[in-house]
């Protein structure tokens, strides 16, 4: 069992930069892949980013340029860093845990989401 903890959405005018924190705990952190996640109002859950045990790393077309995955295995935290930020960004950002690794994963673990807002 994997709990995930989001952290450091907010309110951010569009251009703007945020980092969302994942925190996670209850099991070997190296031991899984790590995705980010996100549900637009009225859309459906979308894969942003994701990240292997080793380091490999997945974007969206959509967040390519814009935002950057990483993770920190010492203090079992995965990252998203979000710059150039749009209101089309705007959702709720979820962290997600996998023993898999790939963009097609159904990831077994996930967060309660952060909610982040772009102004225009």
């Known amino acids: 069992q994997v709990q995930l903890v989001e952290s450091g959405g907010g309110l951010v005018q569009a251009g703007g930069s945020l980092r969302l924190s994942c925190a996670a705990s209850g099991s070997t952190f190296s031991n899984y892949a790590m995705g980010w996640f996100r549900q637009a109002p009225g859309k459906e859950r979308v894969f942003v980013a994701g990240i292997s045990w080793s380091g490999s790393r997945l974007l969206a077309d959509s967040v390519k340029g814009r935002f950057a995955i990483s993770r920190d295995n010492a203090r079992n935290t995965v990252y998203l860093q979000m710059n150039s930020l749009k209101p089309e960004d705007t959702a709720v950002y979820y962290c997600?845990?996998?023993?898999?690794?790939?963009?097609?994963?159904?990831?077994?673990?996930w967060g309660q989401g952060t909610q982040v807002t772009v102004s225009s």
């Open positions: 997600a845990a996998d023993r898999r690794w790939g963009k097609l994963v159904q990831y077994d673990y």
